[in-house]
């Protein structure tokens, strides 16, 4: 492991560290559901020397850390079950506690874990499974969101002068509804007007965080690959999901990643709370 520079991230025994020699100021981003698909996209742009990343996924991905190494960048990584995202809240809000705001220039929280459970009407959902899905898509936003709006303001009444941003994101199944997709339609639908809500509320405060949440159109993940495994007799949009494989129209990763980050850094990040990258 390389000699590490102060100040030092908070460790504990289910956390890895890739770290070079920051430069005087970093911004810090943190992004959940970073161990693969679009997460693993936008952590692997998202790295930089100017830049602390905390990655936050149940599980930890040693290529990233090597790539972090290799590129001199400071990358921390955490193993953490957003299905109990009350622990996650508290841990987030104690790193962030701990840090020196004033060798940090920007502070953003990406949301982008989420799950779909058994595909199929909601009464044939298991009752964990739907527990799940809640909790990882909608609760763990609200409750990592609460975290950082809160330690971050108090950085902000110390004289922090650096901009904030929550990008959630959402899907076009939290606006539009589908059959068979109750649980995955109702946690994006949620995400959508939470961020709504929190935007108001930070629009009353002075130095108030801008979010976003943005539907990043249709990508070739594992989800996807889930949905064109889904029962037909359970799923009547199943064809659909097959002919977005078939006929070429789903983005890789990294490109739906780069679309993501690129809305991150327009100016106008913010005045529009719900928007999708279609548009």
Known sequence: MAELAQ???VLT???????APPTAMQHLTILTGASRGM???????LLAPDRLLLCVSRQLNDSLDAEALARGCTLLQWSQDLADPGTARLRLQAWLDGQDHRLLSSATLIN????IPRIGPLDDCPADELAAALRIGLEAPMQLTAAFLG???RWVDAGWQGPRKVLNISSGLGRYPMAAQAPYCAAKAGLDHFTRCSALDEARRPGGARLVSLAPGVID???QTQLRAGDPAAFPDLQRFVSLQRDGQLSSPDEAAARLLAWLERPEFGEQPVADVRD
Do not use: E, K, Y
């Open 39 to 45: 997460g693993l996209a936008m952590a692997r742009q």
């Open 112 to 115: 982008n874990a989420g799950m």
């Open 221 to 223: 993940t594992d989800m």
């Open 13 to 19: 025994p289910d956390t890895t560290l890739a770290h």
């Open 7 to 9: 100040p030092l991230p």
């Open 151 to 153: 330690a971050t303001a």
